[in-house]
């Protein structure tokens, strides 16, 4: 009976820790896709291509989830929609906007200026991208 206790602080040392992962994880887009979508592969071909060395890729690393897959669990608090692309800016664990479809490359980056300046600065170089 001398190990129960250990068990349970074990236990709930690691729903800690989980739980502070997921609250404690960097800003990101996930992008709600599938195989098929034309304006997903539009998206691809217009700004796919460079988001990543973006000022907005390197404030929000994109994460693609296809629509039809379980969410992964540190994304369960999310709803997935039933329109293609979908984009969710996410930060420590909520939900802070999201863009349905896409409307081309300008409207694209203006949408995401905007949830952007929701975000607290970011931390890693204290500046925010306007």
Known sequence: ??????????S???????VSTVATR??????FEQAG???CEQWNEEIGVVYHKTAEGQRLPLRRV???DPLPKDLAYLVKGGYTPTF???DKGREIGR????????FFWGLLG?????????????RQIN
């Not at 009976?1 to 074990?10: D, T």
């Open 99 to 106: 863009i349905r479809g896409y409307p081309g490359e300008d």
């Open 26 to 31: 960097a800003a990101e887009l996930v992008m």
């Open 1 to 10: 009976m001398l190990c129960m206790p250990r068990l349970l602080f074990a």
């Open 37 to 39: 979508c034309s304006h």
């Open 66 to 68: 296809d629509i039809h």
């Open 114 to 126: 905007q949830l952007i300046k929701r975000l607290p600065p970011d931390e890693t170089n204290n």
């Open 88 to 90: 969710v800016v996410v």
């Open 12 to 18: 709930a040392l690691c729903s800690l820790i989980a």
